[in-house]
């Protein structure tokens, strides 16, 4: 069954004509009924708002399943490793590439010091 559908026979239950629904939605009769006939995607807003007026959740209207989240002491664990694996990767490159510029840098001054031409003593 289609969402539609699904608001269709709702609103029957409820005894609610369109002309009804739609004048609580604030839209014509032929909107309404483009809904029902899915001719038109319901947004996430207006599907709420139906919802709302036939006195249902949107997660019953919309027919959406809920997943349980596992936060399992075990599995937040093996996650937290895998967490801190990484990061001593990234920490080893980072040492990798800190010890490489910091030897070019100083080799490259010390070897600019070294070739510097000695300045000759000026007396007076």
Same mark, same amino acid.
């Given at each position: 069954?289609?969402?539609?559908?699904?608001?269709?026979?709702?609103?029957?239950? =409820?005894?609610?004509?369109?002309?009804?629904?739609?004048?609580?939605?604030?839209?014509? $009769?032929?909107?309404?009924?483009?809904?029902?006939?899915?001719? $038109?995607?319901?947004?996430?807003?207006?599907?709420?708002? +139906?919802?709302?007026?036939?006195?249902?959740?949107?997660?019953?209207?919309?027919?959406?399943?809920?997943?349980?989240?596992?936060?399992?002491?075990? =599995?937040?664990?093996?996650?937290?490793?895998?967490? =801190?694996?990484?990061?001593?990767?990234?920490?080893?490159?980072?040492?990798?590439?800190?010890?490489?510029?910091?030897?070019?840098?100083?080799?490259? +001054?010390?070897? +600019?010091?070294?070739?510097?031409?000695?300045?000759? =003593?000026?007396?007076?």
């Amino acid at each position: 069954m289609n969402i539609g559908e699904k608001i269709r026979q709702i609103r029957l239950a =409820k005894g609610y004509s369109q002309e009804n629904l739609a004048d609580m939605l604030g839209i014509s $009769t032929t909107a309404y009924g483009d809904i029902e006939r899915n001719k $038109t995607e319901l947004t996430i807003v207006r599907a709420t708002e +139906v919802a709302k007026i036939l006195n249902i959740g949107i997660v019953d209207l919309l027919d959406i399943e809920l997943q349980p989240i596992d936060f399992s002491m075990e =599995k937040l664990h093996l996650e937290n490793e895998k967490l =801190k694996a990484e990061v001593e990767k990234w920490e080893i490159t980072a040492a990798y590439w800190r010890e490489k510029y910091e030897n070019r840098f100083v080799g490259n +001054v010390l070897r +600019v010091l070294s070739e510097e031409p000695e300045r000759r =003593k000026i007396g007076f």
